[in-house]
């Protein structure tokens, strides 16, 4: 099982380096019937393209989607999707120069080691821009999803040591902010931080949040497809991705069992529970609350700043990675993070539809 | 892709249920020429066996592996390892009356919704005896890993809001407490605050760490199946773990990139890492530094403490959960993160061999 | 991937060694709720089991088929269902000589070469009694599909040069002669054959046909993982089998176009084929009419008529194989053949149902 | 898993229709360091392609690969290989007529069954151009057999009833006539035969043949994936293919034991084989033979002389199927045969090495 294949029903297999032709994905199991057109994939890429602000790197990519199969009049035909991005702005004499060192945070090493070799030019396949090919997936997998009322929100939680107040958390302010954040406030002493951070050619980490509503109980697979299991591999998947947690994540540690269990109770006439500690899955199944999870993004390996590392004549030098660099990855990340979220739940989704004979049963006899 | 097989190579499929004949666990894809035998797996086993002092369930699970297959005069053959543990101390009346209700953070609800009903004796497929066969095909992954001198060892690094001090680790010290903590007074004050968890009747969570040492550069799958993204998933994966984090983790989020970057060094000849923020993973593969991860494990959510939940009535009612029950899950849960940690490194290993046509080449021309 | 896991949905792992403590199997994604019990399996068990005639071994294998999970007041729960039957009556001492020679025809030699030693108890894992948990899980898949109102016949068509006359097919008679031949004539005439072989210490092979009824349009995947194609990956995967076709299979290469396609035509205001020459498939998917294929087995290879071949020594001997041997293998994977079909059956129908999104969106509107 | 992956370590993944954009695949798991390029690919792609001669469609398919990733300098990066070929011919007027109607022999009703609509020009997904992505993939895996000593060649064994004289069978020959046949006078007959077939404007079958040499013994995975188990499957993914047998196949079913079995012999001091009646496996796994199967290929179902069928208002009509149809597919299937051959020994080989732990610990004892 070579890696670039993600999701059994869902399932998406992503290509493409930083500086070859294009980079793109082919998504098969799509059910058939689905509107989709390239608008629907494109409002996606926009969000995670660079140039837009200060904070994210100056390069102009200006990412169009091209879908080449699998939709006819309108629809998908339940064949692959395959769809593409040209890589039209690379200049590869950029990149030369890393070609002779490896770059301290970066897989230069160990690709090297692990293939004898490796396409240095920007990255080459551990480049953000492979993320292209999830995201576009994702906002196929969103839109899916959005046929059965479940939702996806993703945003900053923290950049460097700035969090976001959750007393004062405002979903309409994510889009109003160049950093994602749902607080105003927050919003503008990272931008400080941030700006502090540029001018020392450093850069910051962050922490990013994401929601899932409208999903209800059942969703995941006992034992090793759980929910939450799916969703940490999808994430930890993502490049510069540390850490991940689920509900109360890492609180819950430190918490007492009568804190942190959530009682059942009834409302409106249906189970549901007094409090959400669990994030939302139970056992690895969805329980009807609010999906919750966050993910620790570290800092923008690439700095201007002086460091030192080894170049391939096993000499110790110091190196200054200059170029066009994200002083932080969070903001563009956020909707990789949605889109990783909405191919595991549309997987896990489709999976739990044969758990169930009466199910079965009453599904074929409506349909034949 | 139902849920109960995990890994590519070496791939593993656990059954069972707490009261049902027996649990068990088959193994496909472990090479042939493993010198193995049932001792092997009864150590890993008698590592999360409880009852072995007040901290853990004083139920008596007088666990033996007995091998069915896959095993001809001391070594493995190649073929698929069958192996099981019978149920032999399955008491089902302590568990008749959780049929009625939704225990608080169990997974009863969410199977039910699932399934349409729940084997409820003692939690049926979710319980922890589930992960014997984990455990077990985790003792043989070890010993293949230890070949090729990888080593794994996983231990308590807090329970409640009790750490182990990093200034005074001491691994000898692991398997002296009954809390498998690397620091004696940790392990003594938290005893302190288990005793009084349990004189009220409540639990408390904590975090486990693990260390893999030896593991050379370049294991690990680019993109979705990266050694952190697999390593994630194996760990939620388990019942009761929250989160996720490799190196620094979540710390990195607030860190600057000048201070989490890991400079190259040529040390002995070889190149090495200055320091060791990434916990051994960029890029996603193995980068020869030690494999360090942490995981959060929440309180055990059976407590006698008195809740309320809801009944199959949909009526909401009071519960106390009395029977036997851990008061920590997290010293039992050592050794099932060291056993999924194994089987990750395992089965990424074996997928590595096919990396490079150099090394192809070489082999086949060597073996044939 | 090593290969004793077979499909995605409906999954099944097969273990064990003919000489071993057990033969087994865990099938995994066994929908929930599906009434089950040890005497559904064993009716399947008992059609494979030998001695039960002169033309099968003598050996008695009283095989009971023992379940050990997923199943909870005799319904199946969704989790893996692990069942055995015990190695009772094995003689390793029948066996032994075989240790130090290539058996002809037998996968000694490519079990040596690929693993480096085996167990030669016999066949170890090549052995017949691998199919066990094949027939085992096959019977569990075919009462699933019963509930649908899909069946499975499977039949001998050929013992030799003996064939059934396909104008006197007679269903009734299959279970009344010790070849499983639909037509008394044929079977009468292939014992006689037999008989000659039995007298000259040879084997004979045969034809398999299994015709499968009830089956809806549209099952099987596009591409890769049509119906026949799964069909034939699945028959194939049983020792002794040699060829796979199905409809007019390797007589419509001979055919002209005008009289190999089967025209479509209205029959009771539904849509149908004038003719049947596909076997039920089109483009991969079923076509609603039955699904019909053949299998080719080959002779019996262990025989007692005097061969010659090489020992581990690499010297050419005469070997005679003793022992207790079918002298014709086709009767008793009659029911191999049924099963397989049975379980590539349902994987491919639990898959169907995530083809189309409207079907989802009525699925998922009925049951929340 | 839907259907348009084949493989688990040699991976790919088809898509494209007949008349949409593009067609083309994505390989992963494609080893580093294989020198590739376009024109690798383009040498099996003119063998596919269509116009070359009076018997295949006259339609024009310029088709150039493409290569969009996986390469460097030169050599494979161990990263997907995605290559497209452009759909430039189309004209989508030649089939808007289809759109109303089911072809006999055609997937038109089944998809319709399946997915509820379908991409009727040119067959879409269904149409021979989807094996565009399988030769272009089969070309690489073809050369990385060939670094292995590994040959794959595949032939016209026969086309309607006239077939390959086995005795004159000569190799040189089948590049010389325009059926690929290893034999010039039964080309020359075959030819006879189309040129009726034609006239009548109807269309015939025939059979291929593959043989692969080179092939080392141990090769596939016992039980489910045995090398003769996933050929099987790989040819009767191919459309129109009705039929699979290796080594006497069909024949062996008429055969005694005692002329079937092929006794192990002696041979310049390895251990051979007498005979081939094997046709190279044993147990599933190659035993050092050459692998010889037969795949039976359904005449063309587009056929320009009248054949009733039904429409979608449920009307029986008669209908003529004109437009530019191949009066038989065998000789263009030859190198789809072959390409799949090739992906199916090269996915099993890179799977084997993984087999026994002595090779394992010689492998990274030499890489490390």
Redesign the interface.
């Known amino acids: ?6 999701g ?2 869902f ?1 998406i ?5 930083s500086h ?5 994905v ?1 998504i ?2 799509c ?4 509107p989709l057109c390239e608008e629907d994939i494109q409002k996606f890429l926009d969000r995670r393209k660079p140039g837009q602000n200060k904070y994210a790197t100056p390069r102009r990519e200006d990412d169009q989607a ?5 939709i ?2 309108g ?8 769809l ?1 991005v040209w890589n039209k702005t690379a200049r590869s004499q950029d990149y030369s120069k890393i070609a002779s060192y ?1 770059r ?4 230069d ?3 090297d ?7 240095y ?1 920007g990255g ?3 480049s953000g821009r ?1 993320t292209i090919g999830r995201v576009a997936a994702g906002a196929i997998a969103s839109k ?1 999803l959005e ?2 009322g479940i939702r996806l929100c993703a945003y900053t939680k ?1 950049i ?2 700035v969090s976001v107040d959750e007393k004062h958390m405002d979903f309409d302010e994510i889009s109003k902010n160049p950093l994602y954040m749902p607080d105003h406030d927050a919003a503008v002493r990272a931008q400080v931080l941030l700006d502090g ?1 540029m001018a ?1 050619k ?6 990013i949040e994401c929601q899932i509503t409208g999903l ?3 969703i ?7 929910l ?10 993502i ?1 510069a991705v ?25 409302k409106n ?1 249906e ?1 549901a529970k ?1 409090t959400n500690h ?2 939302g899955v ?7 609350a609010p999906v919750i999870f966050r993910v ?8 201007a ?1 002086s ?4 170049n391939k004549n ?3 030098i110091p190196i200054e990675i200059t170029g066009r660099h994200d002083p932080v990855i969070v903001p563009r990340a956020v909707v990789v993070v949605e889109a990783m979220a909405a191919l595991t739940v549309a997987d896990l ?16 006899s ?3």
């Open positions: 099982m070579p890696g670039s294949t993600y059994n029903r399932k297999t992503t290509w493409g380096e070859g032709k294009a980079v793109g082919v098969d199991g059910p058939a019937g689905l091209e879908i080449l199969s699998g006819f009049q629809q998908t035909t339940g064949t692959p999707i395959s593409l490896y301290p945070g970066h897989a090493y160990t690709f080691e692990k293939y004898g070799f490796r396409d030019r080459g396949r551990t492979e899916l046929q059965l923290s460097g040591n951070a020392r450093d850069s910051v980490g962050g922490i209800f109980p059942g995941g697979e006992p034992v090793f497809d759980k939450d299991a799916c969703l940490a591999r999808a994430m930890l998947s490049g540390k850490g991940f947690e689920i509900g109360e994540g890492f609180r819950a540690a430190g918490m007492f069992g009568s804190e942190n269990n959530d009682g059942f109770i009834v006439g189970i007094r669990s994030g139970l056992g690895g199944l969805s329980d009807g620790a993004v570290k800092p923008t390996p690439s700095i700043a460091q030192t590392t080894v096993m000499e110790e989704l489709l999976e739990n539809m044969s758990a169930r004979l009466d199910r079965i049963l009453d599904f074929y409506r349909n034949l």
